[in-house]
């Protein structure tokens, strides 16, 4: 069966950097658009960053925009996401997640297969 395990989640004070982590397994990896989304407390769930099949085109949304970047690497079938400058705002759930939509899709509900998520926390 299909499966997305993330790793890299952790506490870190705001300015500081992570590094999360998806490994995908059960599914023709390079057919997939993959995407990072969080959900804070209290808060709906928001696409965070994209990247298409190839890894030629990404999207990030706005708040991250030159502090966050998604990568893919489809021959170890993995996706990442690195994070830098945090801040406290950062601080949710993160999940990563499979589509073979077409590129950009940018609703939870374009996507099919999600993994079990990773917290973040950022203090400030």
């Known amino acids: 069966q299909v499966q997305l395990i993330e790793s890299g989640g952790g506490l870190v004070q705001a300015g500081g950097s992570l590094r999360l982590s998806c490994a995908a397994s059960?599914?023709?990896?390079?057919?997939?658009?993959m995407a990072w989304f969080r959900q804070a407390p209290g808060k709906g769930s928001e696409i965070v960053a994209g990247?298409?099949?190839?890894?030629?085109?990404?999207y990030y949304t706005d708040s991250v925009k030159g502090r966050f970047t998604i990568s893919r690497d489809n021959a170890k079938s993995t996706v990442h996401l690195e994070m830098n400058s945090l801040k406290p705002e950062d601080t949710a759930v993160y999940y990563c997640?499979?589509?073979?939509?077409?590129?950009?899709?940018?609703?939870?509900?374009?996507?099919?297969?999600w993994g079990q998520g990773t917290q973040v926390t950022v203090s400030s």
């Open positions: 997640a499979g589509t073979t939509t077409l590129w950009l899709a940018t609703l939870s509900s374009d996507y099919h297969y």
């Open positions: 059960g599914l023709f990896f390079s057919n997939y658009v």
């Open positions: 990247i298409s099949r190839n890894g030629g085109d990404t």
